[in-house]
């Protein structure tokens, strides 16, 4: 069974600057995808990043960007000039290769990230 | 086009009781997830429906069951309720066709008093 580890119960970071999420996970899969979604207080789960574990190139999506490390298992989320809209519960998340139907994600416990003014 | 919504968005059960909660996809989506989300932890799987049937089911007991409508709306039902069923409880809707996008509803807030 796969797993997803986030270690850090919560972070915090001064507005423009740059933070950086961990994420560990364990499969014995060779393709797979990897996901941060952002959860706010509005409860909304909202798809920030996603990766393809076939590709060496990490995913970026504008300030959002992946270390992507395979043979570490380790799946980092960075976001660069953060903005008070990002504070929220940011969760990762682990999906096998798609069946026709679809699939099911794992996710961490999640970390709360505060962004301060 | 309309997101997943879910309903109700809010509900206080007895313990011993039984709850319906309700979720309509986006519309050409076919497949229905359901995840349960504990205070302060990560939601985790309960079930996965497509083209109406089940194609995957959790570590979750008998008390858990859900349905899947022609329409593709879906329906989650929890029997014989416990204190430690109060949680937000997640729909999520995709393609299907081997689709990695999930598109999550706002929840339904369930406590269990």
């Known amino acids: 069974a796969q797993t997803v580890t986030q270690s850090q119960p919560e972070m915090s970071v001064q507005e423009a600057e740059t933070v950086t999420l961990s994420c560990t996970y364990d499969t014995s899969e060779s393709n797979y995808y990897l996901f941060w979604y952002k959860q706010p207080p509005s409860r909304q789960m909202i798809l920030v990043i996603r990766q393809e574990a076939y590709k060496q190139q990490n995913a970026t999506e504008n300030r959002f960007s992946v270390n992507f490390q395979k043979a570490a298992k380790s799946f980092s989320l960075k976001i660069s000039d953060s903005q008070l809209g990002d504070t929220a519960m940011y969760f990762c998340a682990f999906m096998n290769f798609p069946q026709e139907y679809g699939n099911k994600l794992v996710f961490g416990a999640g970390t709360i990230l505060r962004v301060k003014s | 086009d309309a997101g997943v919504t879910q309903s109700p968005t809010h509900l206080i059960k007895t313990r011993g009781q039984q709850v319906t909660l309700r979720c309509s996809p986006i519309?050409?989506?076919?497949?229905v997830s359901w995840y349960q989300q504990v205070l302060g932890q990560g939601p985790q799987f309960i079930f996965q429906?497509?083209?109406?049937?089940?194609?995957g089911r959790g570590n979750f007991p008998d008390r858990f069951s859900a349905r899947q409508f022609p329409n593709y709306s879906s329906e989650l039902n929890v029997n014989a309720l416990l204190l430690g069923d109060s949680a937000l409880y997640l729909c999520?809707?995709?393609?299907?066709?081997?689709?990695?996008?999930?598109?999550f509803g706002q929840g339904t807030r369930l406590t269990v008093v």
């Open positions: 519309s050409g989506h076919k497949s």
């Open positions: 999520a809707s995709s393609l299907g066709q081997g689709s990695t996008e999930a598109f």
């Open positions: 429906y497509y083209e109406k049937e089940e194609r």
